[in-house]
Every structure is written in structure tokens, then in C-alpha cells.
């Protein structure tokens, strides 16, 4: 007896994966996808076509050439016109009858020809990265000597159409509490990229440091970017390594990672935090504050009392530093963070009072609001929109501003059923920072437990909301808060394969939802990652774990 369940309990993974098994890796799952026989091969023959004029000066056939690199180390060939001899690879746009979602496109691949064709050019985009996980996984090797030699690069026939569930489909990164260089930014947009996120959240600027140049303002990278040390253990705990800690990116290193999402078809979101979350900016320049004190760089993580006097110098100064920033990232959106503002500086300050007398405002809370709307205004005045995290809600919603719900959904359901766009980040489900496993097994995090699995469980539209109301929740974005995560190899362990997860989530029609298929997949998956050199959480390599069922 004992022995026949022993031989049941090893076989149910395989049986589990067989049954799961599916006929492609391609993760997220397109809407539709339709296999026939044969397949079309690539060799030193086969050709780019353009066949739409307008992607000529596009990144679109670099991005061909650079997947096909690997299977003949030649520069493929591109042409305007085929012949029926020809074998191509097609990218064009196709015109429809009404307009599908932005980022809609149609695959078709026969044995002597490929056509990816987009409603728009990221439409062609995301056609090309699901060409790419049709090819074998080894197609993303770069180096000739790591490919076998018998290797064949068969792409199977199939037709396949498909669109995107959200417009907002995102990822953030905080370099406040921790600086990663220009060369892991753009790994981490190639990875967004390959699933079809389309929005790179950067929160640049933090109490524990200020990384964006500011030409106007040259002490915020000069001091803002430089604590003196940097608490090393769980918080609280008043361990620290006393290395003075730091870095910022510079204008052209802003431009050029800009320009890089831009070639990947991601929008990059700048966060500028206010009014609070302000220590290191008050570090730099104290006369922004309420009271003649010495502020600093903060060391340690959490909330502090720091904050913007809402003075006019202190307007002058937030305006000049937007304008640098506006000029630097072409984005609908600016994040101008608006969480976790402590009021007790305002409750004391004889400035924050009058102002409160002035605008007759009942409370500090209405002066967040009052602060806020402010920013709004100068923002909307040079052709952009504020998004805040949920706190902006408290004191009254300014007037055009979308909301990035993250203490649940709380906010996002009262914005949305106020008119308001909205993101859902909940920290329940949307939070990378959270443990993703046993705790007392995995490396140090935050706190929180957010498997893989609730990750991909999660659903973005509330019940709570109307067919009308939903139409304002834009989508979703995972977050990544970086207290315990000093490397790149920190932040893509926490963050894959959630943010896998999340595409899916994004992307695919809820209908679709099958665990066990996504599982399945993604073991396929996982050997594209190991090429690609990113250090993802193995948990679910293999046999589902207890925590995942």
C-alpha cells in the first residue's frame, strides 16, 4: 500500500506535465494560435522584407537581424519586394477596418515565408519577440562557439493573432535606496521588452539619495547623491557598514536609456517624489524645508518627517527641476510620487499654517492637495499629467491626475468611480520586494509573501466597478523597491519570474488563465533566461512546489 502511493506521488508531476504540456513556450499567451504542418527554416538565405515604407528608418529591422544573428552569423539581407523563390521574413503594418487595440498583431508563418504584421510599429514589435520564442531557445545566444553545430532553426507553421488585454502594462525600479548603472537599466528593459511590457516606472529620486542630474540645482547629485552609510541588515537592527554609498545618472545617460526603451517600444515613467520623501533634496538645499535645520542623506530605510515647505521658492525650485525633467523624458506621464508625506513639519511650520489660512483649507491634508494640485497645473501647462501613488487621493484628487494604486485597491476603486485613470499596483500581489518563498530559506527581503502563483492569479479589474468605471483602470505594474537589494542579480531574482507572471497577467484575455499551462511553459522559458544570463528564482524549475500549488 505504502509503496503504490510512494509510486503515485512521483509519476503525478509527470502525469501533471504531460497533460500540461503545451505545443509552444511563448509566454504571455497569445489570443489566438493556430498550428498546421510543416515549418519554415532559417538559413543564410532567408531575407527581411519591409514591407511597409514607413519601418524603413524604424528599430523594427535591427530588431530582426539581431534575433537572426545567431542562426547564420550573417548580416541578412533586406529587401523591398519578394520574389515566390524568396525566403522571407515580412514586417509590415495592416490597415483594419476599425481600430484593434494598440499593439495588435498578426503572425503568419508558412514553410518558405513569415509575415508579422502590426497595427502600429510596436504591434510589429511584439510580433518579432513572439517570433523570437518560437525559434529555439539557443537563438539567443551571441557567442558562435556556445551553438551547437547540428543546431536547426525551425520555426513551426502557424497563424496567430493577437492584442494586448491592457494599455498599461508596467514594471518599476527603484534606484533611490539602491544605484544600479546604465548597463543593467537596459538588461532589465530588454527583459520588460521580450514579455511586451510597455512602461518602465523609474523612481529616481528617494530620501537615501537623488539620482538624476539636475543641472540648475548641481548639489543634488554633488550632495543628494551620497549617504554616509548604509544599514546592512533588517531594519531596525542599527547595523551599518559606514561606506559612504552613492551615484547618479547623468543627463546623457538619462537620454540614452530613453532612447534604448524607446527602440524597445517601452515609455519610460521619471518619479520625482513630493512633497515628501524629500531628505536627501532638503539635504542639498535646506532652504526648501520648513525650519532652518540640518537635514541629511538617510542611511536607514523608512518614513521620515522630512518634507517641502509649501512656500513659493520651494514652487520656483520644484518647477525648475521638472522643467529639466520634462525635457528629458518625452512621457505623457511624470510620477510625482505623493506618498507617505508626514505632516507634523507642516503642523509646526508658521509658513505651512498661513498657507493653510490663505487657500482657506481645513487641514494639512487639504495642503497636500492644495501642494499637489500646484504641480498638476504647472505640469499640465507644459503638456503633461501627474501620476501619484494612492495618498493623493487624501484632501481631494487633483483635477486631472491618475492614480497608482498600491495599499490594495482601495484607492484605484474610489478614483476610477471618481473619473479618474487609474494603475492597480497592490503590495498583496504586486509587490517584487515581497518573499516569494520559505522566508527562513531565502535571502533577505522586505517582509510580505507573494508567490508566483498569487502573482499570476491576480486580476486588475475590481468587481466593485461598472462597466464604465472599469474602462478607467489602464492596467498594472510590478514594483520594485530596492532596500535589501544592492546588485542587479538581487533585483532579478525577486523580480523573475513574477514579472513573467505579470505579463501574462497584462496581456493575455482572462479567459485563457490555465496555472498549470503557464507552468508548463515557462520550464521552456526558463532555458531562454539561463542563456540570457538572468539569475531568476528557481523555485517552480522543475516540480511545483508546496507553497505554488
Not at 517624489?273 to 520648513?290: T, V
Amino acid at each position: 500500500m505504502r509503496l503504490s502511493v510512494l509510486i503515485l506521488l512521483l509519476i503525478l508531476p509527470l502525469a501533471v506535465f504531460s497533460q500540461s504540456k503545451p505545443h509552444h513556450s511563448i509566454i504571455p499567451l497569445p489570443n489566438q494560435v493556430e498550428f498546421h504542418e510543416g515549418s519554415f527554416v532559417v538559413n543564410t538565405n532567408t531575407k527581411i522584407l519591409v514591407a511597409s515604407r514607413s519601418l524603413i528608418n524604424s528599430p523594427l529591422v535591427a530588431e530582426v537581424e539581431r534575433i537572426l544573428y545567431t542562426a547564420t552569423w550573417l548580416k541578412p539581407e533586406i529587401i523591398y519586394s519578394a520574389t515566390e523563390k524568396d525566403t522571407v521574413i515580412s514586417i509590415g503594418i495592416f490597415k483594419a477596418k476599425k481600430i484593434p487595440d494598440p499593439g495588435a498583431y498578426k503572425l503568419n508563418v508558412s514553410q518558405n515565408r513569415i509575415d508579422i504584421m502590426g497595427i502600429d510599429e510596436a504591434g510589429v514589435f511584439y510580433g518579432i519577440q513572439t517570433l523570437r520564442q518560437l525559434l529555439p531557445p539557443q537563438i539567443e545566444y551571441h557567442d558562435p562557439s556556445l551553438v551547437p553545430n547540428n543546431q536547426k532553426w525551425a520555426i513551426p507553421s502557424v497563424k496567430i493573432s493577437d492584442a494586448p488585454r491592457f494599455q498599461y502594462r508596467g514594471m518599476h525600479l527603484d534606484v533611490g535606496r539602491h544605484f544600479f548603472p546604465v548597463e543593467f537599466i537596459k538588461k532589465y528593459i530588454d527583459l520588460l521588452a521580450m514579455h511586451k511590457m510597455n512602461r518602465f516606472h523609474w523612481h529616481l529620486t528617494e530620501d537615501q539619495g537623488w539620482r538624476i542630474e539636475i543641472k540648475k540645482y548641481p548639489k543634488l547629485t554633488e550632495v543628494g547623491a551620497w549617504r554616509d552609510s548604509t544599514l546592512i541588515r533588517r531594519y531596525g537592527s542599527n547595523t551599518y557598514d559606514n561606506i559612504r554609498y552613492g551615484g547618479f545618472y547623468t543627463q546623457e545617460q538619462i537620454k540614452e536609456v530613453v532612447a534604448y526603451a524607446q527602440s524597445k517600444y517601452i515609455t519610460v515613467i521619471p518619479e520625482i517624489e513630493l512633497p515628501g520623501h524629500s531628505s536627501a533634496a532638503l539635504a542639498a538645499y535646506p532652504e526648501f524645508g520648513c525650519f532652518d535645520k540640518e537635514y541629511k542623506v538617510q542611511s536607514t530605510w523608512g518614513v521620515f518627517e522630512d518634507i517641502y515647505c509649501p512656500k513659493e521658492e520651494t514652487f520656483d525650485f520644484l518647477e525648475d527641476v521638472l522643467d529639466e525633467v520634462i525635457a528629458l523624458f518625452p512621457s505623457k506621464y511624470i510620477h510625482i510620487g505623493g506618498d507617505e508625506a508626514p505632516k507634523k513639519q507642516w503642523q509646526e511650520s508658521e509658513i505651512a499654517q498661513e498657507v493653510i489660512k490663505r487657500e482657506n483649507l481645513k487641514n494639512e491634508h487639504e495642503l497636500q492637495s492644495y501642494f499637489i494640485t500646484r504641480i498638476e497645473k504647472y505640469l499640465n501647462s507644459k503638456g503633461r499629467q501627474i501620476i501619484g501613488w494612492d495618498e493623493i487621493l487624501e484632501g481631494g484628487l487633483a483635477p486631472q491626475a491618475t492614480v497608482m494604486s498600491w495599499r490594495g485597491e482601495k484607492g484605484g476603486i474610489e478614483a476610477a468611480q471618481m473619473g479618474h485613470d487609474v494603475v492597480m499596483t497592490p503590495w498583496n500581489s504586486n509587490y517584487f520586494d515581497h518573499y516569494q518563498a520559505t522566508p527562513s530559506s531565502e535571502p533577505l527581503a522586505i517582509g510580505g509573501f507573494t508567490t508566483l502563483k498569487d502573482v499570476y492569479h491576480y486580476e486588475p479589474i475590481p468587481d466593485e466597478l461598472s462597466e464604465k468605471e472599469v474602462r478607467h483602470v489602464l492596467g498594472a505594474q510590478g514594483n520594485v523597491w530596492t532596500e535589501y537589494m544592492h546588485t542587479g542579480n538581487k533585483v532579478e531574482y525577486m523580480a523573475f519570474p513574477r514579472a513573467v507572471a505579470l505579463s501574462e497577467v497584462l496581456w493575455s484575455s482572462n479567459e485563457q488563465k490555465d496555472w498549470l499551462n503557464f507552468w508548463a511553459r515557462l520550464q521552456l522559458h526558463f532555458q531562454r533566461l539561463d542563456i540570457l544570463e538572468v539569475n531568476y528564482a528557481p523555485h517552480y524549475k522543475g516540480a511545483l512546489p508546496e507553497f505554488g500549488k
